[in-house]
């Protein structure tokens, strides 16, 4: 089964609003999470290192008062993009890494974002 | 930044064909990933390598660490039509961080 949902699964939205994506680990505890970006036949791209309880590490270039990260309870993160814009589109997942440093991630189901 | 040079970029096969992809980097990996993505999911961990010279199988799926610790493969033996996807080759650089980075991925079409 499972191991990861996110909640939507998409969403459209209008420029200039916000829009929330939830990330929940459905059997283990997750003191770190991952939040992804892939555009249109492109590679994943991480984003940023979810932190349980803790602030988000961001990767370069991503920018941390647009793409806003809770990590509030040891089974969900939120990501949050801000005064979205139509380049925010993409789809966006998450993934839990379960093996302690193995490197081993189980991803969640994605959420497609479209802003017009 | 470190790279995966993943090859190659589509496959074009006839179903029942053998398929072989490879991933290669400049870096020296703690692990070795092997993922599928279909059309509007996540992607879906096939096979995961944790030694060098490490070859793994997952039913018609086999996978090899190579012994620099810096290349792997994927094998597909005998292609049906539900392997079509993207594969991409994921790597961990160090034991310690739990960051993995991406290859661009090989897209495996099958004709019909």
């Known amino acids: 089964g499972a191991v990861v949902s996110q909640h939507p699964s998409w969403v459209i939205c209008k420029s200039g609003t916000s829009v929330k994506i939830e990330c929940r680990s459905l059997d283990f505890q997750a003191t770190t999470m991952f939040w992804y970006r892939q555009f249109p036949k492109q590679s994943l791209m991480l984003m940023a290192t979810s932190n349980e309880g803790s602030k988000a590490t961001y990767e370069q270039g991503v920018e941390k008062d647009k793409f806003l990260i809770n990590h509030a309870s040891l089974t969900l993160s939120t990501l949050t993009v801000t005064s979205a814009h139509p380049e925010d589109s993409s789809f966006y997942i998450c993934?839990?890494?379960?093996?302690?440093?193995?490197?081993?991630?189980?991803f969640g189901p994605g959420t497609r974002l479209t802003v017009t | 930044g470190q790279q995966l040079n993943q090859s190659p970029q589509s496959m074009f096969i006839q179903e029942g064909e053998d398929v072989s992809m490879n991933c290669t980097s400049s870096s020296i990996f703690n692990t070795w990933l092997w993922y599928k993505q279909d059309p509007g999911e996540g992607p879906v961990l096939l096979i995961a390598l944790y030694k060098a010279g490490e070859l793994t199988s997952n039913g018609r799926l086999t996978a090899q660490f190579g012994t620099t610790r810096k290349d792997s493969f994927l094998n597909i033996s005998a292609s049906i039509p539900s392997d079509v996807g993207i594969y991409f080759c994921?790597?961990?650089?160090?034991?310690?961080?739990?960051?993995?980075?991406f290859g661009k991925g090989t897209r495996l079409h099958i004709l019909p």
């Open positions: 993934s839990l890494p379960v093996g302690q440093g193995s490197g081993e991630q189980y």
């Open positions: 994921a790597g961990q650089l160090a034991i310690w961080d739990d960051k993995i980075i």
